[in-house]
């Protein structure tokens, strides 16, 4: 089952990608995801308080739960693990069911609040490595990516 141009995928997302190269590499799968879906990204300052990490957290998710809307799928190391087809099987399964926005939210260097998984409908990991939220983008997109060459019969996936 494809998935077409009417399903919106946001990204929400604590800073922002100040080097080229980070920039290089989302923009390109950026580009190949608009094939697919209406991508958009949300920024959320990082907290640069120096009080303590929970206080960081909670001023950053404040604004993460502002630009929240859809489905939301939380990237956390909480979360379930799953493969490249159960991501895809996701994101199908969601459009099969009417639901045409997807909200995927990364967290600052310090993670989210609790009120964010809670919010959340599904929390997904990647594994049980820490990676910093910059690449965490990168991957994101190219998983993305890649669940939507396994919707549509494509032959990226291998």
């Known amino acids: 089952m494809g998935v077409n141009a009417l399903i919106k995928i946001n990204f929400v997302v604590v800073g922002h990608l100040k080097e080229k190269y980070w920039n290089d590499a989302f923009s390109e799968y950026a580009k190949r995801i608009s094939r697919f879906a209406e991508l ?4 959320v300052a990082e907290s640069s308080d ?4 929970e206080l ?3 001023k950053e ?3 993460i739960l502002n630009k929240l809307t859809g489905f939301v799928i939380l990237t956390d190391r909480t979360g379930d693990i799953i493969d490249d087809k159960q991501f895809a099987d996701l994101i199908s399964q969601l459009a099969v069911n009417g639901i045409s926005e997807i909200s995927y939210v990364i967290g600052g260097s310090h993670g989210v609040s ?3 998984k809670m919010r959340a409908n599904k929390v997904v990991s990647f594994g049980k ?3 910093p939220h910059r690449l965490m983008r990168i991957i994101l997109a190219e998983q993305i990516y890649r669940a939507l060459t396994i919707i549509n019969g494509l ?3 291998k």
């Open 50 to 53: 120096a009080g303590s990490i």
């Open 129 to 131: 490595l820490t990676f």
């Open 40 to 43: 958009k990204v949300y920024e």
């Open 155 to 157: 032959p990226y996936h």
């Open 56 to 58: 960081q957290k909670s």
């Open 114 to 116: 609790e009120s964010i």
């Open 61 to 63: 998710c404040a604004g």
